[in-house]
């Protein structure tokens, strides 16, 4: 047998195979062994620990998309914040103010101002 890889997640063929096996275990009177982790008893104690994890996970996850959500709502109202100050300081002190430059903006007088471009002549 392979080298069982318990990080990764089975995929869900897998887990399907293995839920049709077991309904097909249940349909065996006669099914009997002396193997304690293929008894049917722990099969159907792994089948409803299964169960429960993914319940739990399922539930974490709501949790998880519902806290990044709101993470993600409050950095674009934080965000939409600065800039609204940004604008009422450009307002009140102006583009070329050292507090403006102060909060983050370029001051207007530092700005390069756009030149001409020389046209190149392309010849085949």
């Given amino acids: 047998m392979a080298i069982q890889n318990t990080r990764r997640r089975l995929r869900p063929q897998v887990l399907s195979q293995d839920l049709n096996s077991l309904r097909g275990l249940q349909t065996v009177t006669t099914y009997d062994t002396v193997r304690a982790d293929a008894s049917i008893a722990n099969i159907q104690n792994a089948y409803q620990a299964m169960l429960a994890q993914q319940q739990a996970e399922t539930e974490r996850l709501a949790l998880y998309r519902a806290a990044s959500d709101a993470a993600r ?21 102006g583009s070329d103010s050292d507090q403006a430059q102060a909060v983050g903006l370029k001051k207007k007088s530092a700005r390069k101002r756009p030149s001409r471009k020389k046209s190149v002549l392309v010849t085949s």
């Fill in 73 to 93: 709502l409050a950095e674009w109202e934080f965000h939409n914040a600065i800039l609204a100050m940004k604008e009422a300081v450009r307002g009140q002190y």
